[in-house]
């Protein structure tokens, strides 16, 4: 049997693609007000681009594709710039020291951390808080705020390098 987990995080970036162009599309406003009132929800506000749609993303991108994220610190992909700018794209409450030693590395490495064992909250203006901490109950030692703009532009950077991590790691 052939395991094709390793397209999970390339089809859900390209499903977003899709995504963003139909979007724009009358076609796809008339199915969101169909299913919303086939639902029995017509007065309900709907935006596709939602914090589930987020967190979905996330999870496609940065816990799927595990063996491509938490390789070694040294790996070619840390010193790329693209990678080496998503921590500007957070506001850091709490860092460790270690975090400070490989930026790029340790803000993948938390963010990981923080969407597998659901350390994350969503403000009114759909803005994420991450927090990450070394065991259940332990003072967190990563917490960071990060823009709804800015949280699709991180999802934009990882999904556009998947593929080329991928084939440089011998993947598919």
Not at 83 to 88: K, S, V
Request: hydrophobic share 40%.
């Amino acid at each position: 049997m052939n395991d094709f987990r390793g397209d999970i995080p390339i089809r859900a970036f390209l499903n977003a693609l899709v995504v963003d162009r139909a979007v724009q599309t009358s076609m796809f406003q008339e199915c969101v007000r169909d299913v919303i009132t086939d639902a029995g929800a017509p007065d309900y506000e709907y935006q596709f681009k939602n914090p589930a749609y987020i967190v979905g993303l996330l999870y496609c991108l940065v816990l799927v594709p595990k063996e491509l994220w938490i390789d070694d610190q040294t790996h070619w992909i840390y010193a790329h710039p693209d990678i080496c700018a998503l921590p500007d794209l957070f506001d850091f409450v709490i860092t460790d020291p270690q975090f400070s030693t490989n930026r790029p590395y340790y803000l993948i490495r938390r963010l990981r951390n923080a969407l597998a064992h659901v350390r994350f909250s969503v403000d009114q203006s759909q803005g994420f808080e991450f927090w990450d901490q070394p065991s259940l109950g332990a003072t967190p030692n990563f917490r960071a705020k990060v823009s709804n703009a800015n949280l699709f532009r991180v999802i934009n950077l990882l999904g556009h390098h998947i593929k080329d991590i991928q084939r440089r790691s011998g993947g598919t």
